[in-house]
């Protein structure tokens, strides 16, 4: 499936592999200061003494990073130690060059991104750490710029900053927040398993935001006896829960058994149903999509059409019986 994920995100509730690590554990040891550069608590010092008003708006600025969360919070200690105002912090595979900027690569620094860790939770909260990391999973190619925007302002105006809702970067930073919490909210509602011939229960989603790490412990909680895997083939990652812990994986692809035969009885059953209960002459399809938006129907067996069912039902439904009537009514329209 591909190689176990470091991140900061690897498991809240249950704990990732002993190989994993995070930034919280791994680096709550290491006190040692950047040589040429001042601490990240001191700059955070001088930024509520309202020294930010000497940085440069350096509107062509922007600095690359490795993907990572520890790599963006590096390049924040940067930004701050090199006394720079970059535009923008994006992905440096994912970077398509202009002309009109100036791009800086920035290395990740796990004690650097540690003491940004540290100094947004003590003058921030705990809270204002998590709504970082909610941004940070956002696709939105200028979150970087808006994570760096905000916490330069937060730090200078404390700890309320978050309800100063007529403040630019507040409101970019809570903007992305929302978009990525609904996108979470969706998942949780429109995500489908289904029952594999080993065992495991298998769901794949496609998100807007890589939300796989902000879901997973409602269906650890919930689906707490059965192992599963939840597989994001937008982002390339998996979460696999054990019935003890759970962790990330980094996956481009996911070779899968079959179904069981369970499984594919279970989902006859529901399309019947679904088909069953239907009103044709009351089919609202705008309706419907409004309540399941439609980038969710991929991953329903419902909305499969019948022919291509891997086991259709036994007996023809009244709403399949009316829609063939409807096609083969077309069809002889079409033929005169």
Known sequence: MGNSNSSMYSGSSARPRASASSISSSLTHNNSKPQGANSFDTLIDDAELGSFSSLLDDADLVYLYDGTLEGMLSAIFAAYGRHENPVNIVESHDLQESMLCSYVPIRTELRYAARVQKGIVEKLGDRAYEDVKKVFLSDDAGKGGVLYRYLRYALKAGRWSISHLAEPPVADFLELRKRVENEAHHMLMFV????????????????????????????????????????????????????????????????????????????????TFYDTIAIEERRNPRCQRNFMPKRFWGNMCEHIPPELRKQRPATETPTQVARLQAANQKLLEEAK
């Open 192 to 271: 489908r398993f289904a029952h594999l011939e080993n065992g495991m229960f298998y769901a794949h989603i496609e998100p807007k935001a890589s939300v796989v790490p902000l879901i997973t412990d409602h269906f650890a909680r919930r689906f707490n006896v059965q192992p599963f895997i939840i597989y994001d083939s937008v982002h390339g990652l998996a979460s696999v829960f054990d019935t003890e812990r759970w962790w990330l994986v980094s996956a481009d692809e996911i070779r899968l058994p079959e179904h069981s035969r369970a499984e594919d009885d279970f989902q006859a059953l529901w399309q």
